[in-house]
């Protein structure tokens, strides 16, 4: 079974600072698929980024970037220019995709999460 | 605009009474999940569904059923609601074989037992 573990559970930073989010997961798998999710207080989540195991090239979206470390099982997840509105849980989550077709579905596995507070 | 909708946002319900929390997805997926959100534990599935009345458990069924009886409809039943099952759900949807996709979530239904 996978497991995440986000060992941040809470982090406060100044508006405009830069903020990294640390996510390590165990797998033996090969092939996966890394996330992270955003939970501001409304409580609805939104996927922030996502990352392909077998690409070695960083996913960024605007200010939100990875660096995926495959062979440490690290995935942190990096905000710059931190805003008020980034003030969130954040979820970093794991999946395996099914191994064959017809059967199950593909699962999300997620940390705990970090509760990042942007400081005005 | 996509979207995943629960039925209720908060619920107030007494010990012992059978619930039914809704969600209906509007995207066509095959795929959909209850989770249950707790502080300190993060995420938990649930059950989930790949197809029409198809369902498997998830890491903590015990005191929870569903129901797929459309593909856009999944419900999660309380048989017999319990003070311990007070927790915020949430409901997420995603299209099968597309593990590139993630998942659509719902806005969650707060549940508080008494």
């Known amino acids: 079974a996978q497991t995440v573990t986000q060992s941040q559970p809470e982090m406060s930073v100044q508006e405009a600072e830069t903020v990294t989010l640390s996510c390590t997961y165990d797998?033996?798998?090969?092939?996966?698929?890394l996330f992270w999710y955003k939970q501001p207080p409304s409580r609805q989540m939104i996927l922030v980024i996502r990352?392909?195991?077998?690409?070695?090239q960083n996913a960024t979206e605007n200010r939100f970037s990875v660096n995926f470390q495959k062979a440490a099982k690290s995935f942190s997840l990096k905000i710059s220019d931190s805003q008020l509105g980034d003030t969130a849980m954040y979820f970093c989550?794991?999946?395996?995709?099914?191994?064959?077709?017809?059967?199950?579905?593909?699962?999300?596995?997620f940390g705990k999460g970090t509760h990042l507070i942007i400081q005005p | 605009d996509v979207k995943v909708t629960q039925s209720s946002r908060y619920l107030v319900k007494r010990t012992g009474e059978k619930v039914f929390l809704e969600c209906v997805q509007d995207?066509?997926?095959?795929?959909m999940f209850w989770y249950r959100q707790d502080p300190g534990l993060g995420l938990r599935l649930i059950y989930f569904?790949?197809?029409?009345?198809?369902?498997e458990k998830g890491d903590i069924p015990e005191g929870y059923s569903v129901s797929r009886e459309k593909k856009e409809r999944f419900s999660l039943i309380l048989e017999s609601a319990s003070t311990n099952q007070t927790s915020m759900y949430l409901c997420?949807?995603?299209?099968?074989?597309?593990?590139?996709?993630?998942?659509?979530f719902g806005s969650g239904t707060r549940l508080t037992v008494v």
């Open positions: 997420a949807s995603s299209p099968l074989g597309q593990a590139n996709y993630g998942y659509t």
């Open positions: 797998t033996s798998e090969n092939n996966y698929y």
């Open positions: 990352q392909e195991a077998y690409k070695q």
């Open positions: 989550a794991f999946m395996k995709p099914r191994e064959y077709s017809g059967g199950g579905a593909d699962g999300l596995t």
């Open positions: 995207m066509d997926h095959e795929n």
């Open positions: 569904s790949y197809d029409v009345k198809m369902k």
